[in-house]
């Protein structure tokens, strides 16, 4: 018992690692160019306070979404997708999977779920003891369910989900222009160095080694940044990708995909203004998305009509498919 809660201290402490050596380049590369470059190398002072301010706005919107990367803890399903102790000690003392699929079909009756598993089962998280909602997924290193998960990210320690995923992709974006300025402006004394016009010796070290290192980042994560405003404007998520969620009939890797702008709008918000900025304005609680449609990713479970009105929830008719996803989301 002991050996094994040490393990996990260790796994967890050793988990910290990647963001630890992120920090360290960080913090190394705001000491190479404010200090060795602007306060040791150039000697125009207008140029040296432009460089200076271009720069520490850059470097404060970087630390502060990969903070917010950090430190957003992943949102879990709310309670009436978990199962009741009675649900729950049913569930566990029945042998017959066809019997137990019927108690997961009863709990999900009332309930916004529309995708299924890949053998037209109820997703449900045997560990976490509930219903998944749609895009759910659980996250082994975190040991929970994650709505709306896309990965685990090592690099910040954390699930990205539906609570964090803008800030991920805001960090990945101001990643790639504080790569990219530092590269620009660090180039012309890069080359001053190299021919031997500027002799400083460690201001020479500080200064070449940040090119190289600003130019191996900035491709790395031009490459990563490309692959999720793809994902973005097919909303889809990482998951998603490589396995398309399957639904009433059959598996649609677009299913969840509204446009290019109502795709946006899933994860930065309608108010534009806030896009740019680290501040949580996607749209929706995480346990219900609209499709693209809802007439081929029907809820057989929810399918009859008086089920609907049963519930209390009036249906209207619908003339396409935009305006059915539209009253199943107020219905939700």
């Not at 449900?124 to 990965?151: E, G, N």
């Not at 693209?292 to 049963?310: G, H, K, M, S, V």
């Amino acid at each position: 018992m002991a050996l094994s809660r040490g393990l996990r201290c260790c796994q967890r402490a050793f988990a910290w690692l990647p963001v630890l050596i992120i920090a360290l380049v960080v913090l190394w590369s705001y000491y190479a160019y404010v200090c060795e470059l602007c306060l040791v190398t150039l000697s125009n002072p207008v140029e040296k306070v432009a460089y200076l301010i271009i720069f520490h706005i850059l470097f404060v919107l970087f630390v502060w979404t990969y903070w917010k990367s950090i430190f957003t803890l992943p949102v879990q399903p709310g309670k009436k997708y978990h199962m009741s102790y009675a649900d729950q000690e049913r569930y566990e003392n029945e042998e017959r999977p066809e019997v137990q699929r019927q108690i997961l079909a009863e709990i999900a009756r009332k309930l916004p779920v529309y995708t299924r598993t890949g053998n037209g089962g109820i997703r449900f998280c045997d560990r976490c003891l509930l219903i998944k909602p749609d895009r759910c997924h659980h996250c082994s290193v975190c040991a929970i369910c994650v709505l709306k998960m896309d990965h685990h990210c090592p690099w910040v320690n954390n699930c990205i989900g539906f609570s964090n995923y803008k800030f991920f992709l805001l960090f990945l974006a101001y990643s790639l222009l504080y790569c990219l300025y530092i590269a620009a402006t660090v180039f012309k004394y890069f080359i001053k160095y190299w021919t031997g016009e500027l002799t400083n010796g460690r201001s020479k070290f500080h200064v070449l080694f940040l090119l190289f290192v600003a130019v191996m980042f900035f491709v790395s994560l031009m490459f990563l940044f490309g692959y999720h405003c793809w994902l973005v404007s097919r909303n889809r998520s990482t998951l998603e990708a490589f396995s398309a969620p399957v639904f009433q009939n059959g598996p649609d890797k677009n299913g969840f995909n509204l446009g290019f702008v109502k795709n946006l709008q899933q994860v930065f918000g309608e108010e534009k203004k806030l896009w740019l900025l680290p501040i949580a304005s996607s749209q929706g609680d995480g346990h219900f998305f609209p499709m693209r449609a809802l007439c081929e990713a029907q809820n057989p479970l929810l399918a009859n009509e008086e089920q609907w009105e049963d519930d209390g929830i009036d249906e209207e008719p619908h003339d396409s498919g935009e305006a059915s996803s539209l009253a199943i989301e107020q219905e939700t």
